[in-house]
Nanobody, 118 residues
């Protein structure tokens, strides 16, 4: 069982920056990837924002490319998301995700709200 603890998020004006952080229990060597997803509407689908693999390969949603940067600290079992040039459409609940190396099982954080005002 992997537990994820998220921090960051909050209310910010459009054009500003915000950072999210997530720390996982367990060992980073057991993780295939760490990343962030978001749900923009109640009942909506959770969509990929970005992830980074254990080989430092990254993938970003087209909507955040060039604005968001994901990074991983294996020593701290942590993943961070630096968000710049935020837009109102980035408003969502952001969820930390860990995908396990051997089973590809997904673990999720509890979610943190990001609200971007216009």
């Amino acid at each position: 069982q992997v537990q994820l603890v998220e921090s960051g998020g909050g209310l910010v004006e459009a054009g500003r920056s915000l950072s999210l952080s997530c720390t996982a229990s367990g060992s980073a060597s057991d993780f295939y990837s760490m990343g962030w997803y978001r749900r923009q509407t109640d009942g909506g689908q959770r969509e990929l924002v970005a992830y980074i693999t254990n080989r430092d390969t990254t993938k970003y949603a087209n909507s955040v490319k060039g604005r968001f940067t994901i990074s991983r600290d294996n020593a701290k079992n942590a993943v961070s998301l630096q968000m710049t040039s935020l837009k109102p459409e980035d408003t969502a609940i952001y969820y930390c995700n860990v995908k396990m190396l051997t089973t590809y099982y997904n673990y999720w954080g509890q979610g943190t709200q990001v609200t971007v005002s216009s």
